[in-house]
């Protein structure tokens, strides 16, 4: 495996977003994360831990992929949020936007509860791999067309939780 974006370089940038995320939204207004289950949990973690007491959370899991390496497109939604949105700055925190098949279907099914806003942060995002033309605010790193796993990214299950994000062999 070879490491494509070490701890610290990837502990900077997460403090970097939550600092960018805390100057956008007004002062006096909390702000609600949506985490994707089960990627976004080590993002999502770091990202709120850098952040101030105006931060809730709730987490959301879908299932894209199963244990291949390439998307199917077929999103199914696993578990679903646990209170509404409507009236909160939603934000959907996810691992890595690649087709972008999954976020389009979360954005979708997140906008139709009335957010007040809604945005997405993706620690990572690999363009070169979009199927759909799907916004995403924040981006920790954009990477090359790689199979990646570490950071809260598996494959088969494994690897989520390394400290690093590396590139799986093979890919
Ligand atoms: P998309 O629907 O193709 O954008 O796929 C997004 C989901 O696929 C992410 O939430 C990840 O779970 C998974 N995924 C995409 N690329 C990778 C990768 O390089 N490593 C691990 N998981 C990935
Ligand atoms: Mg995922």
Same mark, same amino acid.
């Given at each position: 495996m070879n490491v494509l974006l070490d701890a610290e370089t990837i502990q900077a940038r997460v403090r970097e977003l939550a600092g960018e995320i805390e100057r956008d939204y007004p002062e006096d207004e909390n702000i609600h994360f949506v985490c994707v289950l089960k990627g976004g949990f080590v993002f999502m973690s770091d990202l709120v831990r850098a952040m101030g007491p105006r931060v809730t959370l709730d987490f959301i899991a879908v299932s894209s992929y199963g244990k291949s390496t390439k998307s199917s497109g077929e999103v199914r939604m696993l578990k679903d949020l646990d209170s509404g949105l409507e009236g909160r700055h939603t934000i959907i925190i996810e691992?890595?936007? %690649?087709? &972008?098949?999954?976020?389009?279907?979360?954005?979708? @099914?997140?906008?139709?509860?009335?957010?007040?806003?809604? +945005?997405?942060?993706?620690?990572?995002?690999?363009?070169?791999? +979009?199927?759909? %033309? *799907?916004?995403?605010? $924040?981006? &920790?790193?954009?990477?090359?067309?790689?199979? *990646? *796993?570490?950071? &809260?990214? %598996?494959?088969?299950?494994? $690897? +989520?939780?390394?400290? $690093? @994000?590396?590139?799986? %062999? &093979?890919?």
């Open positions: 691992d890595i936007v %690649d087709t &972008g098949l999954t976020l389009t279907y979360l954005q979708d @099914i997140l906008r139709a509860r009335s957010p007040k806003t809604l +945005r997405t942060a993706c620690l990572l995002s690999k363009p070169s791999r +979009r199927a759909v %033309d *799907v916004t995403v605010e $924040y981006v &920790g790193f954009t990477i090359e067309d790689k199979f *990646v *796993v570490g950071y &809260g990214l %598996d494959y088969a299950e494994k $690897y +989520r939780n390394l400290a $690093y @994000i590396a590139v799986l %062999d &093979g890919t």
